[in-house]
């Protein structure tokens, strides 16, 4: 009780912020703790701040910066600036709930608590898990460190997206090479969306002629999800992209601009590409803190139950996001749609009722095909088409392509952030009224 007041106190007399940093509190006990301040965890304390109370949550995020990673892709093209994507970590916490700005290093569910890299216990009633995944770029020989020459740049992380951009301009003639890596990916779209806006790009400042463009994916499609797949083989064949399928990245040697790809399906056989422009999509896997622990599932991903996003054997334990083992694909799209059933789930199991709302594994890609379009894939855990629309968004879309630029953004800062965007499912529905 003391220390609540003194935590309290604190709050009051702070003049610099409404959030305290982990040092000055001596509570350390939370009815809901969430893990990861990205996407998820902000929306998802958010949520948990209306439905129990500012005072009753916390999260734990050792980053000074949030970013909004979609917008990534038109910051690699030059569409958007770096500095547009991030806005502080204090100024998206919901007001009133306590940032712990520590990294988590272990969790403990047999015991309730968590153990963050300054050596803190934090134990909870109910955790929700939203630690995202982890880059990969170590795993291809030759990076990080081939990042520091250019020509070369991934739109993956916030140190290396303006590099994209650089290399793109600085494009004179050879090969502009893209990869797809050989594990799981977030927004399975993004690696192919810069394909086609350096292509759009090349065209627009009269050196596309000079310019041979490769996508090379360790996939055996190009999407995979049919209908968008059909259109985006159009696009490859009408633009003249060269797609090689199950072509893996495994070394650069920037110093000498040279790719290396190994075949998936022919162990051993390398393929040696020299590049004028290289974007790299690194091999992504789970969350160090989630890997090998009693949450993890067999691979690494935290183990929910596809349906309620309840943890598989600790009831008072949920995720969301890319961290989970939900199987579709890892988007904030589908955060979204998930923060909405997580939110009745956990409202369902304080009050000892049955979790009742279902997700369907919603998840969407806006794929940038050029500066002013986008084929808007909406899809489930089936990789059925789940459109918003009621036209076919599987054409070149103009208004699809301001929605991704300009609506956006918004909706992330000021809808999904502060737990009030749950998804287009309600609106399809409406859309769609009368068109069955
Ligand atoms: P994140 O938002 O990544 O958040 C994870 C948080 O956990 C981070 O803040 C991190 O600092 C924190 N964290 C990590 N480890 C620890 C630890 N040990 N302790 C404490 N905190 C920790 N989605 C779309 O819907 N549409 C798109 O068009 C789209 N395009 C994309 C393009 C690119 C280039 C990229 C990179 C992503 C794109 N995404 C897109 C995907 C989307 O950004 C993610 O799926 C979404 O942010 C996932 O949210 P999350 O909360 O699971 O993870
Ligand atoms: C979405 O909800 C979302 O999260 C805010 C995205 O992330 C940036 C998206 O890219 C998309 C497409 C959606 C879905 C929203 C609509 C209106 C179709």
Known sequence: MCSVLFHT???????????????????QHYKMLVLGGGSGGIA??????????????AVVEPSEMHYYQPIWTLVGAGAKTAASSGR?????????????????????????TVRTDDGTEISYEYLIVALGLQLHYERIKGLPDGFEHPKIGSNYSIQTVEKTWNALQNFKGGNAVFSFPNTPVKCAGAPQKIMYLSDSYLRKTGKRSKAKIIYNTSLPVLFGVKKYADS???IVKQRDLQVNLRQNLIEVRADKQEAVFENLDKPGETTVIEYEMLHVTPPMGPSLAIKGGPLADEVGWLDVDRDTLQHKRYPNVFGIGDCTNLPTVRTAAAVAAQSAILNRTISKTLKKEKPDKKYDGYTSCPLVTSYNTVILAEFDYNLQPLETFPINQAKERRLMYHMKADLMPHLYWHGLLRGLWGGPGPYRKLLHLGMK
Request: avoid cysteine.
């Open 88 to 112: 502080s970590t204090a100024s998206v916490m919901p007001s009133g709930v306590k940032w712990v700005k520590s990294k988590v290093e272990e969790i403990n569910p047999d015991t309730n």
């Open 232 to 234: 985006l083989w159009e």
């Open 9 to 27: 106190l604190f709050l009051s007399i702070s003049v610099s912020s409404l959030h305290t940093s982990s040092s000055v509190s001596a509570k």
């Open 44 to 57: 998802m304390s958010a949520r948990m701040k209306r439905m129990m109370g500012a005072e009753n949550v």
